[in-house]
C-alpha cells in the first residue's frame, strides 16, 4: 500500500521535467538524486541524469569548490539527454545556488534551504548581500525553507545529535520534491530499511524526514500545485536503472560467461573508472578474480600475464592511468593476446578535471604507445550501450588476438538511464579456441596466422604447445627473437593489416536521417544523447540533417567513406579540440567541420542545434556557446 495519498491542490500534467539537487558535497546530493531517479524508473518515466562531483577529496564546506550536484530528467517519451536546462533547483547553501542558478529556466522553481543564508555562508559564496532578500531572483518562483529547522524538529526525540540530524535534511528535500512532481515514497523507505536498518534511531529519522518534506508540500500555503509526468511508452520488458561503469561491468561478466571464460580484472583506482571495479567485486559467484595492484603499471602487466595465462583479461582506468599502461599495452600487442582495456575519459591534462568528463583520449587511444602499435578502438554511446560495447571489445579481442580499447567518459560512466535486461538466448555467442595437445612432435609455431591473421592463443602447460612471448620483435611463424630488417617491416604490416581486416567483419556504418542531403553530423561517444536529438529537430523543421554516430574508431567502418560523400557538409561535435575531426579529415579527406568544447561538461542539445543552423545559414536564437573549429 502506498504511503502518499491523493493531493487535494490542483495536479499540472507535463511531457518531462529536469530537477537539480545541490548542496555541499557532504549533504548528500547524489543520494538524494540516486533515489528520484530509481523512483521516476519505477514510475515507468524515461530518464536521463547528470551527477556533478568537485574534484577536491574534501574543499572546504560552504565554498564554491565543495559544490555536489544532480540533475535528472524524467518524461514521458523517449529522451536522450539530461536536460539543456533545469525546471526545479533545490539549492541547500549560497555555493550551491550561486554556482547552479544560470541553468534554471526563467520562471523555474527554486527551493533553498534558508537556514544556510546567513554571513558567513554568504560570503564564502561570494555574495554581499542575501540573494534571498534583495530581489535578483523575482523571476524565478522562489520558495525558502527553513530544512534545517524543520529536519531538526521531525527527528526529536531519537537521540540524535545536531550533526546526525543535520544530515537528514537531504531526506526533507528528497520528499519535497517527490510531492512537487507526485512521487511515491515507498521505493525510498524501502531503500531506507535496505540502508539503515541496522540503526533503528538514523532509519527513523530518515523517514520521518523524508514525510516531513513530502507533507510540507501538501500543508504549505506556498506550493499551489503539484505536476504530473506520465509514464513512458518504453519497449515491453524487463527494465532497470543502470550507469555507464554498472553496464560495463554486467557486460564484461556476461562476456566472460558467454565465452566460457573466467574474468580477471586487474586496476588501480582512478576517478571515473572506480566503480567498474567495484561492481566486479560483488560477482565473484560468477568467477570473477578482481586485483587491485599497488600502480597502474604493475596493473596492466597482471593482465597480460592473466591473458597468457587463458583468462579473460581486462584492466580500467582514466587517461593519466592509460599513459602509465603504454608501455604493457605495447606488450601485449607484441604478444598479440587479447585483453581489453577500458578508458573512462577525464578532463586533462595531467590531473586535469578528475570529476568532469571530456572526449580528449582518441588520439591517445589510437597512437599513445612507442612504436607501431596497433590496436581496435571502440567508444560506447550512452550509459546502457556500455553492456553491449564490452561483449564486443571482447569478441574482438578473441577473434583477430589483439588488445582493444573501450572507450567511455565520465559523462555515461556516471549517467544512467533505463535498460532493457535482455534474455539469455539474446545474448551473443563468444568462441574461444585454444589448441590442443600436439603429440607427434610436429612443432608448434605461435605466430601461424588464420584467415584473420591472428594466430592461436595457446594455454601454458598444454603438451607440445611450449612457446616464447615478449616485448622483443619475433620472427614471423616461429617466434623466435628476431633483429632482421625484413622481419620486422614484414611482423609490422601483419599487425596493422590485422587490425585494419577487423573493418570488413563490423556491421555498416547506420544513417539517421536522409541518406544524402545538405548536412551530416559525426559523432563519437557520449556526444550521442545531444546529436541525436538536435539533429531530429532540425529535421522536424524542415531541415536535410543526417546523424552518424561511430562505435568503431579504429578502423572505420568500410562504408563510412560512401557516407560522408553523400553530403555537402560534414559537422564533427567533440568534447575536444577536433580528434575525430583530424582522423577522417586525414582518412577521407573530407572538409570536416568542427564544434568543440572542453568545458568539463557534456553539449548542450542548444549548442548542437545552433551551429546546424549556422552551417545551414537558418536563424536559430542563440542558446548557448562552443568554440567552433574548422
Not at 527494465?239 to 554498472?246: A, F, L, P, Q, S
Not at 583506482?269 to 603499471?297: M, Y
Not at 560534414?570 to 568542427?594: C, H, I, K, T, W
Not at 568543440?596 to 549548442?607: I, T
Request: one cysteine or more.
Amino acid at each position: 500500500m502506498s504511503t502518499t495519498t491523493k493531493s487535494a491542490k490542483p495536479v499540472c500534467d507535463l511531457d518531462s521535467a529536469t530537477v537539480r539537487f545541490c548542496g555541499d558535497s557532504g549533504d548528500g546530493m547524489q543520494l538524494a538524486g540516486t533515489e528520484l531517479t530509481n523512483t521516476s524508473a519505477i514510475v515507468g518515466n524515461d530518464i536521463a541524469t547528470l551527477p556533478d562531483f568537485p574534484a577536491e577529496i574534501r574543499a572546504p564546506r560552504g565554498t564554491k569548490a565543495g559544490v555536489s550536484g544532480f540533475q535528472l530528467h524524467f518524461a514521458s517519451k523517449e529522451i536522450y539527454t539530461p536536460g539543456d536546462s533545469v525546471d526545479a533547483l533545490v539549492a541547500m547553501n549560497p555555493a550551491a545556488l550561486a554556482t547552479n542558478l544560470d541553468d534554471l529556466v526563467p520562471g523555474g522553481i527554486l527551493v533553498v534551504n534558508s537556514s544556510e543564508f546567513q554571513s558567513k555562508e554568504l560570503a564564502q559564496a561570494g555574495y554581499d548581500v542575501n540573494p534571498l532578500e534583495d530581489g535578483s531572483l523575482d523571476g524565478y518562483q522562489l520558495f525558502t525553507v527553513d530544512m534545517t529547522k524543520i529536519t531538526r524538529a521531525a527527528v526529536d526525540g531519537l537521540g540524535l545529535s545536531v550533526k546526525e540530524a543535520d544530515r537528514c535534511r537531504n531526506f526533507f528535500a528528497m520528499g519535497l520534491v517527490y510531492w512537487l512532481y507526485d512521487r511515491p515514497l515507498d521505493p525510498t523507505l524501502r531503500f531506507i530499511e535496505r540502508k539503515f536498518g541496522k540503526k533503528p534511531a538514523v532509519a527513523e529519522a530518515n523517514r520521518r524526514t523524508l514525510k516531513a518534506g513530502y507533507h510540507f508540500g501538501e500543508t504549505s500555503e506556498a506550493f499551489d500545485s503539484q505536476y504530473r509526468v506520465a509514464r513512458a511508452e518504453l519497449p515491453p520488458g524487463t527494465y532497470r536503472n543502470i550507469t555507464g561503469n554498472e553496464a560495463t561491468a554486467m557486460g564484461l561478466v556476461t562476456a566472460s560467461k558467454q565465452s566460457a571464460t573466467p574474468l580477471f580484472y586487474g586496476t588501480y583506482p582512478i576517478t571515473p573508472a572506480s566503480d567498474i571495479l567495484h561492481e566486479l567485486a560483488k560477482h565473484k559467484n560468477f568467477g570473477v578474480r578482481t586485483f587491485q595492484a599497488e600502480d597502474e603499471i604493475a596493473a596492466m602487466t597482471s593482465v597480460v600475464g592473466a591473458a597468457f595465462a587463458g583468462a579473460m583479461s581486462v584492466t580500467g582506468s582514466s587517461g593519466p592511468g592509460i599513459a602509465l599502461k603504454g608501455e604493457a599495452i605495447g606488450l601485449a600487442v607484441m604478444t598479440e593476446l587479447p585483453m581489453i582495456v577500458v578508458n573512462v575519459q577525464r578532463g586533462g591534462p595531467s590531473t586535469g578535471l578528475p570529476t568532469k568528463t571530456e572526449q580528449a583520449d582518441l588520439l591517445q587511444a589510437m597512437f599513445g604507445r612507442n612504436g607501431e602499435c596497433p590496436l581496435p578502438v571502440i567508444a560506447a554511446r550512452s550509459p546502457a550501450d556500455c553492456f553491449d560495447c564490452a561483449q564486443e571489445a571482447w569478441r574482438l579481442a578473441v577473434e583477430y588476438m589483439t588488445p582493444v580499447i573501450l572507450l567511455t567518459d565520465g559523462y555515461i560512466a556516471n549517467g544512467s538511464e533505463p535498460w532493457r535486461i535482455p534474455a539469455i538466448d539474446e545474448l551473443p555467442k563468444i568462441e574461444v579456441k585454444h589448441p590442443g595437445p600436439i603429440a607427434n612432435g610436429k612443432p608448434f609455431h605461435p605466430y601461424a596466422r588464420n584467415e584473420r591473421l591472428a594466430r592461436p592463443w595457446a594455454i601454458p602447460g598444454t603438451p607440445g604447445l611450449m612457446h616464447r612471448l615478449g616485448g622483443l620483435e619475433k620472427q614471423d611463424v616461429t617466434g623466435n627473437v628476431s633483429y632482421d630488417p625484413a622481419n620486422h617491416q614484414r611482423m609490422v604490416n601483419l599487425r596493422q593489416r590485422k587490425v585494419a581486416g577487423i573493418a570488413q567483419d563490423l556491421p555498416p556504418q547506420a544513417v539517421d536521417g536522409p541518406e544524402s542531403g545538405r548536412l551530416l553530423v559525426v559523432g563519437w561517444g557520449g556526444t550521442f544523447g545531444a546529436l541525436a536529438t538536435a539533429t531530429r529537430r532540425m529535421r522536424a523543421r524542415g531541415e536535410s540533417v543526417a546523424h552518424v554516430h561511430l562505435r568503431y574508431l579504429n578502423p572505420f567502418p568500410a562504408n563510412l567513406r560512401d557516407i560522408l560523400s553523400n553530403y555537402d557538409k560534414v559537422l564533427v561535435p567533440e568534447l575536444n579540440l577536433g580528434q575525430l575531426r583530424m582522423l577522417l579529415r586525414s582518412e577521407f579527406l573530407v572538409d570536416a567541420v568542427g564544434l568543440n568544447k572542453v568545458q568539463g561538461k557534456p553539449f548542450s542539445v542548444g549548442e548542437v542545434v545552433e551551429k546546424i543552423g549556422d552551417m545551414l545559414g537558418t536563424s536559430i536564437p542563440r542558446q548557448a556557446t562552443a568554440t567552433t573549429s574548422t
